[in-house]
Antibody, heavy 122, light 107 residues
């Protein structure tokens, strides 16, 4: 069964950084993008960006440019999302999810990680 | 950024009802749209991709249609397990924005 397994909950102080991991299967790393989506308490879904693990290429939402870094370690099939300069507005559940690499269609985010709660509080 | 507007923001319906809600893009996104279902405390689940293609394992009572700027998600006969929030997402251009969601509540 395909799974994305994320790291555990984090509590951070304002101004700190957080690094969330997402472990995938080997075939996910080859043929899929890994996206990061967050959801603040009681709010909707917000797309942050994606990484193509095969090449390391990234696309970030402008809102997070300069604060987010998405990387991967292909030797252990783990993708990472690093978010810096945290404020209370960054308190949210952070999800990784995958989408098939395709040119002519968007196949959606078909497998999601279980979510990682990041709480930012002084 | 492309703005995705879902309406209504909530709807009350009964088991067995046919329910339709809409998602409007601020510019043409062709068919680069997906729909997700999220129940409280759970991970979003992909229902529809490419605007009208049913994800494997999703019941056939769900259907999607539309292209360009206007899209709909229809549940032909609402079941108890369908009470949830539904989100659309465009993937025509970065950032891949989501709509604000439509919450389906029990009447």
């Amino acid at each position: 069964q395909v799974q994305l397994v994320q790291s555990g909950a984090e509590v951070k102080k304002p101004g700190a950084s957080v690094k969330v991991s997402c472990k995938a299967s080997a075939d996910t790393f080859i043929g899929y993008y890994i996206h990061w989506v967050r959801q603040a308490p009681g709010q909707g879904l917000e797309w942050m960006g994606r990484i193509y693990p095969n090449s390391g290429g990234t696309n970030y939402a402008q809102k997070f440019q300069g604060r987010v870094t998405m990387t991967r370690d292909t030797s252990i099939n783990i993708a990472y999302m690093d978010l810096s300069s945290l404020t209370s507005d960054d308190t949210a559940v952070y999800y990784c999810a995958r989408s098939l690499v395709a040119v002519r269609n968007y196949y959606g985010l078909d497998v999601w990680g279980q979510g990682t709660t990041v709480s930012v509080s002084s | 950024d492309i703005k995705m507007t879902q309406s209504p923001s909530s709807v009350s319906a009964s088991v067995g009802d046919r329910v339709t809600f809409t998602c409007r893009a601020s510019q043409d996104i062709s068919s680069w749209l997906a729909w997700y279902q999220q129940k409280p405390g759970t991970v979003p689940k992909l229902l529809i991709y490419g605007a009208s293609n049913l994800q494997r394992g999703v019941p056939s009572r769900f259907s999607g249609s539309g292209s360009g700027t206007d899209f709909t998600l229809t549940i032909s006969s609402l079941q108890p397990e369908d009470f949830a929030t539904y989100y659309c997402q465009q993937a025509n251009s970065f950032p891949f924005t989501f709509g604000g969601g439509t919450k389906v509540e029990i009447k």
